[in-house]
């Protein structure tokens, strides 16, 4: 037996004092409240946590740009171009553009699925500021647009391709991209909060960005193409932004097509951004 069993003593607690109590409960000793940019970069580093967990994830930031490069730079290289490798010079900033932007829509997928399992749900909870989430995991795919606008970039300089802009103009052009991928991001945000499933979220995306990508200047000049088509193609944000990133990484510069692609990335988070949080505080 016990020895406080023994001696009929009941057995000692301690019992914090009036002055113990009110030093740790003061409300100056609390640790302060997290701000709108640590919650969102806490919800940022959820993203690449589950990267981590999920490696898989990077295959279509790995494998399906490699892919998109070789095949089209040996399909249409030839019969574009003197040689595959010219064509590459032309081509290889505008498949940038395409597979980084395709990317995008996986943001809307995650969100969805994530609704749907029920974690932001969890998330509404917490006291910290309501966009954070949603902020923290499109910080969280930035990563993902870098490292395949570098896995590309690396495939095209083994291949041939040479930028006259050198590193600042390679830099100037992937953050380009980055900016305009953030902001179209908030798109698939959107679709992602007011669809169902995921499928509906992907064939959704799918029908806006093969006409958004193919109908563009990605491949050829927009020039052979028919007056009616010029129309659309010289319009097309992704277009802009294709002459954008083409001219900064050939060591040129192309004002209005940056200014173009700035105005519609301002307008992706105006519009897309005002209307996912109103759809996400009205859940």
């Not at 902020?135 to 006259?164: Q, S």
Request: aromatic residues 12%; proline residues 7%; glycine residues 10%.
């Amino acid at each position: 037996m016990s020895n406080a069993t023994t001696t009929g003593r009941a057995p000692s607690v301690y019992v914090p004092s009036a002055e113990a109590l009110s030093t740790v409960l003061a409300p100056g000793s609390r640790p302060p409240g997290p701000n709108a940019v640590t919650a969102s970069l806490t919800f940022g580093w959820r993203a690449l946590l589950k990267i981590k967990h999920v490696p898989e994830q990077l295959f279509d930031v790995t494998a399906f740009p490699i892919i998109m490069v070789l095949m089209f730079t040996y399909l249409f290289g030839g019969a574009l171009a003197d040689s595959p490798r010219d064509y590459l010079q032309f081509f290889l900033p505008g498949i940038m553009v395409t597979s980084v932007v395709m990317i995008t829509m996986y943001t809307g997928v995650g969100l969805n699925t994530d609704i749907e399992k029920g974690v932001f749900d969890r998330f509404r909870t917490l006291p910290v500021w309501r966009p954070a989430p949603l902020v923290g995991m499109i910080f969280g795919d930035v990563l993902r647009y870098v490292l395949a606008a570098v896995v590309i970039l690396g495939v095209g300089l083994v291949l041939g391709f040479r930028p006259d802009g050198g590193l600042p103009g390679v830099l100037a052009g992937i953050g380009l991209l980055v900016v305009f991928s953030f902001a179209f991001s908030w798109v698939w945000t959107f679709f992602g909060l007011i669809l169902r499933s995921e499928k509906s979220v992907m064939g959704v995306s799918m029908m806006v960005l093969f006409p958004l990508t193919f109908l563009s200047n990605v491949f050829v000049d927009p020039a052979t193409m028919p007056g009616w088509l010029q129309a659309f193609v010289n319009v097309n944000p992704i277009s802009q932004l294709v002459a954008s990133v083409r001219a900064v990484m050939s060591g040129g510069s192309d004002a209005s097509a940056t200014m173009w692609t700035l105005l519609w990335s301002a307008g992706f988070v105006v519009v897309f951004g005002t209307l996912t949080m109103y759809r996400y505080n009205r859940r």
